[in-house]
T-cell receptor, first 111, second 111 residues
Framework: SQQGEEDPQALSIQEGENATMNCSYK?????LQWYRQNSGRGLVHLIL?????REKHSGRLRVTLDTSKKSSSLLITASRAADTASYFC???????????FGTGTRLTIIP | DAGVIQSPRHEVTEMGQEVTLRCKPI?????LFWYRQTMMRGLELLIY????????DSGMPEDRFSAKMPNASFSTLKIQPSEPRDSAVYFC?????????FGEGSRLTVL
């Protein structure tokens, strides 16, 4: 069963614009992670944010976490064609390393 | 390190046949996960191991599925007998310091 739901399901933007994806989850978490999946490939880890953190940056990526709303957002700034992929959030709970993935957002960057 | 290695990358088989998928995790990673990905159900966790011991197999669909990890460098997922509804991409992933490293997946088609 899915713990997280990404929103929107699909997003198309022009190259250079910013892309924002949201993730909502249902139960208390320890960590929340974001992954990218290029078509036909395995998932690649992007960033991890802990439940006691509110914001984290990595290069052009910015992740926020609001545990009171059980939601997270992933912002990709200055998008590039190579950012075209599906993006998934994943959560685990305290004392349990099992990672449950959301439904994903398919991002298309238009050159 | 070569990353997580899965084989075969593609398998086409007929209903009723036995299928064995193989995975070599990253050396030094203590946890190994098997996921299944379909358009309808997204990414589902089937089973995960810690130090070669199955910890949570609640996602294994039914008795036709079995997984083993005889040592730290090898795991198998077996389906016997296979059915058309088992068609999916099966991913193996090993866990580093909280994040998952995925293989490229095994695309299974059961006719």
């Amino acid at each position: 069963s899915q713990q997280g739901e990404e929103d929107p399901q699909a997003l198309s933007i022009q190259e250079g614009e910013n892309a924002t994806m949201n993730c909502s989850y249902k139960t208390s978490i320890n960590n929340l992670q974001w992954y990218r999946q290029n078509s036909g490939r395995g998932l690649v880890h992007l960033i991890l944010i802990r439940s006691n953190e509110r914001e984290k940056h990595s290069g052009r990526l910015r992740v926020t976490l609001d545990t009171s709303k059980k939601s997270s957002s992933l912002l990709i700034t200055a998008s590039r064609a190579a950012d075209t992929a599906s993006y998934f959030c994943a959560t685990d709970s305290f004392g349990n390393e099992k990672l449950t993935f959301g439904t994903g957002t398919r991002l298309t960057i238009i050159p | 390190d070569a990353g997580v290695i899965q084989s075969p990358r593609h398998e086409v088989t007929e209903m009723g046949q036995e299928v064995t998928l193989r995975c070599k995790p990253i050396s030094g990673h203590n946890s190994l996960f098997w996921y299944r990905q379909t358009m309808m159900r997204g990414l589902e966790l089937l089973i995960y191991f810690n130090n070669n011991v199955p910890i949570d197999d609640s996602g294994m669909p039914e008795d036709r599925f079995s997984a083993k990890m005889p040592n730290a460098s090898f795991s198998t997922l077996k389906i016997q007998p296979s059915e058309p509804r088992d068609s999916a991409v099966y991913f193996c992933a090993s866990m580093g310091t909280g994040e998952l490293f995925f293989g490229e997946g095994s695309r299974l088609t059961v006719l």
